[in-house]
Nanobody, 129 residues
Framework: QVPVVESGGGLVQVGDSLRLSCTSSGLPFDEYSLAWFRQAPGKEREGVSCITSRGDHYYADSVKGRFSISRDNAKNTLYLQMNSLKPEDTAMYYC???????????????????????WGQGTQVTVSS
């Protein structure tokens, strides 16, 4: 299993910002569409945002206007800038590579795992009110 590693999670207050990062020492990110997913306790994993290898990006309705996905291929790194955080954003956030990324984003909950080539271990984001 090629390691994909997330970082940047933490405990923040409502309205705060966080930036998540994801990188890999063995997977050339520039060859893949990349994405962020999240999973809250007791809920299905859901797609947050994805970005294609050429930079097209898509968002779940729940995060549009607040979150921004970007990639730096020179650093082999994926980012998720999260602003105006809400308690409902509390979840484990997962980086994924080799994902279907198109205008039909996000994928239907419950059907996600078979679609993803590589998963990270996750980074916890907790938004306190």
């Amino acid at each position: 299993q090629v390691p994909v590693v997330e970082s940047g999670g933490g405990l923040v207050q409502v309205g705060d910002s966080l930036r998540l990062s994801c990188t890999s020492s063995g997977l050339p990110f520039d060859e893949y569409s990349l994405a962020w997913f999240r999973q809250a306790p007791g809920k299905e994993r859901e797609g947050v945002s994805c970005i294609t290898s050429r930079g097209d990006h898509y968002y779940a309705d729940s995060v549009k206007g607040r979150f921004s996905i970007s990639r730096d291929n020179a650093k082999n790194t994926l980012y998720l800038q999260m602003n105006s955080l809400k308690p409902e954003d509390t979840a484990m956030y997962y980086c994924a590579a080799a994902v279907p990324c198109s205008s039909s984003w996000p994928p239907r909950q419950g059907s996600i795992s078979p679609l993803v080539g590589y998963w990270g271990q996750g980074t916890q984001v907790t938004v306190s009110s």
